[in-house]
């Protein structure tokens, strides 16, 4: 007698979007140098009928939240577990920018090990191309 196999929390994830009518979900990831350009990318995706997030901190500008150095290096790490629960949610990721810093190319990675179809808006800065 076989059993049925057990659904994982993704593919459960997956059902219950499917079941909802949840239109695709798309993440943003890269630099918060280019917030602009992720504002710019968000609008186009939600006029294009997507549930759009994105970075909600740019801790390169000051801010009272992240004023010292304690808060900042809290904050720093509950926003990278934030953005690593988005990428799980999200049916795919668009990095934005010319430029990938260490923590986008994680951002790529963790994407690319849950099998998130990951798109630039600029091409030439995927990690991936570096290994051809």
Known sequence: ????????????LAEGKAG???PTIVVICGSTR???????????LTWAGHIVVKPG???KQLDPLWASEAEAEAG???????????????????VVGPYIGDSTRAEIAYARELGKPVRFTHPEVDPAGEQQ
């Open 57 to 59: 901190c740019n801790m």
């Open 76 to 94: 720093k790490a509950r926003l990278d577990d934030l953005h690593r629960a988005k990428i799980r949610l999200a049916d795919e990721v668009l």
């Open 1 to 12: 007698m076989s059993y049925p196999q057990l659904l994982t929390a993704a593919e459960k």
């Open 20 to 22: 909802l009518n949840i």
């Open 34 to 44: 280019f917030m602009d350009d992720m504002a710019d990318a968000d609008r186009e």
